[in-house]
């Protein structure tokens, strides 16, 4: 390349990069213009392993009451929750700063229906309702390990392909893989190391609502041929060639207002654009009607271990 043509190049890039600041909007507004909205419910209700919705809320006021200095009242009238239209027993397991949290008595089946009803003292009703998918079944996992040793780097990954049984358009799974080493479990360590999902092959994907989880959560129109998904994760080497190991690949269907709050969350962390000031932000999915946040349900988690020697 000669230096004029180098030249040139940078002189393109630099007006391009000034044509965006340039070109950009700008968007001004009153926090008056938010004084008349009401205090809304923050409500996150989803279901753990063994099927029991938990939930939490908290009161969430225009960010003006701040600056006002106006007494702000965060107590919780009710919060109910309804399965089949009945109400259940919500136990209190926590209450902090950040919200009051509560387990349900009753475990939630698939089929059953899931539905809120919500308000603090000073805010409007909350409501929403959800399904419990169906339960997940999976037919075949197929598992490959690869070394790459070169001078440029050297690393080891595990493929799976994981083939799916009854899967309908619109269904949504949540997915993640542990290992277990034999030695581990003499050692009198039993616990399973999550294994981070690092790709797929030909498939995009999310990683779950749960920041603190290596879980990824996809939709079936992702899916190769319907009902396969190719994944590639960290592999843990085996500490000698003849050691043994198990993978546990857990899964369950998820309801698609569980797939759209996450995926609002994973565009807000990911949105390169937005963090240096070239795009909008992106708003965080919600399905309660009267507040913000999200209620989702989940089938019973399946569990396919794949021992390896």
């Known amino acids: 390349m000669t230096t004029s043509n180098h030249n040139h190049r940078i002189l393109a890039f630099a007006a391009a990069v000034l044509s965006v600041f340039l070109c950009s909007c700008e968007y001004e507004f009153d926090l008056a213009d938010v004084s008349s909205e009401p205090d809304r ?4 209700c989803t279901m753990d392993e063994l099927s029991y919705p938990t939930l939490s809320a908290e009161v969430a006021v225009p960010i003006n009451k701040y600056d006002d200095g106006q007494s702000i009242n965060k ?18 397991y926590v209450t902090d700063g950040m ?12 089929g059953d229906e899931l539905s809120i009803k919500a308000k603090g003292r ?4 909350a409501e929403a309702s959800v399904r419990v998918p169906d339960v997940l079944s999976i037919s075949k996992i197929d598992t490959t390990s690869i070394y790459i040793d070169s001078h440029f780097e050297y690393r080891s990954e595990m493929r799976f392909s994981i083939l799916f049984d009854h899967i309908s358009k619109g269904d949504c799974i949540e997915l993640r893989i542990s290992m277990r080493r034999l030695s581990d479990i003499e050692s009198g360590i039993p616990m399973e190391s999550p294994l981070r999902i690092i790709r797929t092959d030909g498939t995009s994907f999310i990683y779950s609502m749960d920041r603190n989880s290596d879980a990824i959560v996809i939709e079936s129109s992702e899916l190769k041929d319907g009902n396969r998904l190719d994944i590639v994760t960290d592999y843990i080497k085996p500490m000698s060639g003849d050691e043994s190991y198990s993978y546990f690949i857990k899964a369950s269907k998820v309801s698609a207002s569980y797939y759209r709050y996450s995926k609002s969350l994973y565009m807000q962390d990911n949105n390169i654009l937005a963090d240096l000031g070239f795009s909008a932000s992106n708003y965080s999915y919600s399905n309660i009607k009267g507040g913000f946040g999200v209620l989702a349900a989940s089938s019973p988690v399946v569990v396919s271990e794949i021992s390896i020697r």
């Open 41 to 44: 419910l923050n409500i996150i």
């Open 122 to 125: 000073t805010t409007v009703l």
């Open 75 to 92: 107590e919780i009238e009710y919060c109910d929750l309804y399965i089949n239209g009945n109400k259940t027993t919500l136990e209190q």
């Open 99 to 110: 919200g009051t949290n509560w387990r349900s008595s009753q475990k939630a089946n698939p």
